[in-house]
């Protein structure tokens, strides 16, 4: 079983949410290297969403590879998720200092939010009422709620002030907001070979995206009609697929949901500003500016 | 989501889990009332181990009423599991007192345990060569090592010494041995309405019991030839177990299986001569002797 879990962990990922911890954790002035055990567990925690959610959306590719049920099957998929939590509480639980009660609580809210925020993805799947505003507060619990988590564990860790972990909490929130509307982005308008996966994905899987929902209010009613007929359609597709695009693009949704990751990421920048400046902050500016750009 | 979650928290399950944690925590002098979050903590890591198991294993019945994955589907299967874990250290984590993180640590050690266990359990029905002594390592790890590390956390909680907590976790290791034998047991010669599910799902899902293995050991060649054809076999499900329960039968590993659980369940009685005399070792030795004689 621990195959499977290699596998997994081996995988090209950005590791975005060790990165950030590590980086908050030295931006209240900690020791970055007190908070590896965490990062590790943060980036496990993630790993096990990626493996028990590729099996629910039955997605074949991630990070340029089989996905785990596919690799192996459903079982073995649902098995080796299951142990990677265990494995990264393990891991977590090897955290020393006076913070530790703390940061496991922050880690389990975090793991409470990302399966809450995937029961609320699942349920839009099946409903044609979805409002943006809904979409958003999923997004804030499924990925905002543990690249958050990661930001406040690196900071409690390091022994930042309750003011600095907010911050950093904010920050991480924020950051995961722009993430997820530019992973959306990325679905419809990127490259399969960076991305590792087909594109489109979204659009098989029926998921309301930022760019649907939003190219919902901002188009003409029969965009909108042919958005939602496309969406719950058979047809093939990467016709259905390249028309969503076009209305995407001709309602303004493509732009907005870059002005969106802007306006999101700009309001991320804002939440340092109550940590002091150097280095350690810089390097937090430097992420959030990586991620702004990013293409995979 | 929190439905499915509500059904499974509501079964009829024994809760012997939780019983024993709270009684290990009052036999060390502690007061259970402590150990309440831990107790619930160590119900629902258990029940996301029957939610996915079910899964894993096409379960149709579990305490006499459909799996989830039945009721509802087996992405809501996989999705309450995730969120049971998550609970179940959130509750776990409202633990107060000085012992707090070594038990988060024991909860933990006992959830990556469980998820081994299962992952032999499942191996294991795809091998021909498997040993008594594997089968029993399973399950320690599958079935012994939540309850042993319920009447540790119990007893960690309770303010136990050193040598009372290291016995009452050899207490739960030897009972959830015990308690897996006459599982073996009554899937084969249980009465379905006490049971809550179908007599015989172990053959039919190839299970590696103890009594298959005791059986192969005890009986002649010809019958070891049929347990293995039987076994493996795709012929109708009552005609195969009720075969293989009189072949159980005439080796004598029905037998045998009764005086093991005799001899494991003395083991975990002579655990207690760490703990002191007490209506709390009173209450211990109850419980190993309610489930010595249990028919469900």
Request: net charge positive; proline share 2%; hydrophobic share 40%.
């Amino acid at each position: 079983m621990y195959g499977p879990i290699r596998y997994v962990l081996a995988g090209r990922g950005k590791r975005i949410r060790s990165v950030l911890l590590l980086l908050s954790c030295g931006a209240v002035g900690g020791n970055p290297l007190s908070a590896l055990d965490a990062a590790a567990a943060i980036e496990m925690l993630h790993s096990f969403t990626l493996v028990h959610d590729d099996v629910m959306d039955h997605a074949e590719l991630r990070r340029g590879r089989p996905t785990v049920h596919r690799k192996w099957d459903p079982n073995i998929a649902l098995l080796a998720g299951d142990e990677l939590i265990a494995l990264a509480y393990r891991s977590l639980l090897r955290t020393a200092g006076s913070s530790s009660h703390q940061v496991a609580r922050v880690f389990t809210d975090a793991f409470v939010q990302v399966c809450e925020g995937q029961g609320f993805d699942k349920e839009f799947e099946l409903r044609t009422n979805v409002s943006l505003g809904e979409y958003m507060s999923m997004v804030r619990k499924k990925t905002g709620g543990i690249i958050a988590a990661a930001a406040r564990i690196g900071a409690l860790i390091g022994g930042g002030t309750r003011r600095e972990t907010d911050a950093l909490y904010k920050f991480g929130e924020y950051l995961g907001l722009a993430f997820q509307i530019r992973d959306d982005l990325l679905d419809i308008t990127g490259d399969p070979a960076d991305l590792g996966k087909a594109v489109g994905s979204d659009v098989v899987e029926r998921k309301k995206t930022y760019l649907f929902l939003k190219a919902l209010e901002m188009s003409a009613p029969r965009d909108r009609a042919s958005l939602v007929t496309l969406l719950g359609g058979n047809g093939r597709a990467v016709r259905r697929i390249n028309t969503m695009r076009e209305i995407y693009r001709r309602s303004g949704a493509l732009e907005a949901a870059e002005r969106e990751i802007r306006r999101t990421t700009g309001r991320a920048e804002r939440s340092l500003a109550a940590i002091g400046a150097g280095r350690g902050k810089d390097m937090l500016l430097w992420l959030s500016r990586r991620l702004l750009r990013r293409d995979s």
